[in-house]
């Protein structure tokens, strides 16, 4: 089935470890996204790929790296996790020149305990 | 500072109309963006406005005004199934979306 695709689907994490939220589209879509999303809150933007190669930083992108290496791979990694990191993660692509609508994946829940 | 206003939660009956209102305060716009989420899953596009007016999709209408910063998302003849969440968003003058934090629409029979 085309579209995005998270992984996990959902994990604990201890304090202090390391996590790679995984991200692949078939789309081909040249923009990606990671948001985070939280109780009461709209969904925030964590880092951003305009196209392969290419990052940048968005509203809240401490404590979170990305890599661009190719147009259909965005990973997400957590250095050192911390319990402020417990949230559910989308990863979102984009039509058009970053103008259109988002496709979401599925998302990753994550716990930090 | 931008801010995206929309209520926390909303009632309706099975078979009515509801409206659920989006107020916004960007630098610049670029469009405005609706979407639906079900509780447990990804958000899923609606609709886009840019022009003033209406724009109408099946049992769904989308509405916006530039100069006042408001929008509205109309559902009519309401189904259980449209028991989500609805997000309103803002495309601002650099293109990057400012979310609010959605309003949750429970339909009763």
């Known amino acids: 089935t085309a579209g995005i695709t998270q992984a996990p689907t959902s994990q604990i994490l201890a304090a202090g470890r390391s996590m790679t939220l995984r991200c692949t589209q078939d789309m081909r879509h040249n923009a990606m996204y990671w948001y985070r999303q939280d109780l009461g809150l709209g969904l925030r933007l964590i880092h951003y790929?305009?196209?392969?190669?290419?990052?940048g930083k968005g509203e809240v992108p401490d404590g979170y790296s990305v890599s661009r290496a190719n147009t259909d791979d965005f990973p997400l990694t957590l250095a050192s996790a911390v319990p402020s990191q417990t949230s559910v993660y989308f990863c979102?692509?984009?039509?058009?020149?970053?103008?259109?609508?988002?496709?979401f994946g599925e998302g990753s829940r994550l716990t930090v305990l | 500072g931008q801010n995206i206003d929309q209520p926390t939660e909303m009632t309706a009956t099975e078979g009515a109309i509801v409206q659920i209102n989006c107020t916004y305060q960007?630098?610049?716009?670029?469009?405005l963006f609706w979407y639906q989420q079900h509780a447990g899953e990804a958000p899923t596009f609606l609709s886009y406005?840019?022009l003033d007016g209406l724009e109408e999709k099946g049992r769904f209408s989308s509405f916006l005004s530039r100069s006042k910063g408001y929008s509205y998302l109309l559902l009519k003849e309401l189904q259980m199934k449209d028991s989500a969440s609805y997000l309103c968003?803002?495309?601002?003058?650099?293109?990057?979306?400012?979310w609010g934090a959605g309003t949750k629409l429970i339909i009763k029979p």
């Open positions: 790929s305009n196209t392969a190669g290419t990052t």
């Open positions: 979102a692509t984009q039509t058009g020149e970053g103008t259109g609508e988002l496709f």
């Open positions: 406005n840019v």
């Open positions: 960007t630098s610049g716009f670029n469009g």
């Open positions: 968003a803002v495309m601002d003058s650099n293109y990057q979306l400012i």
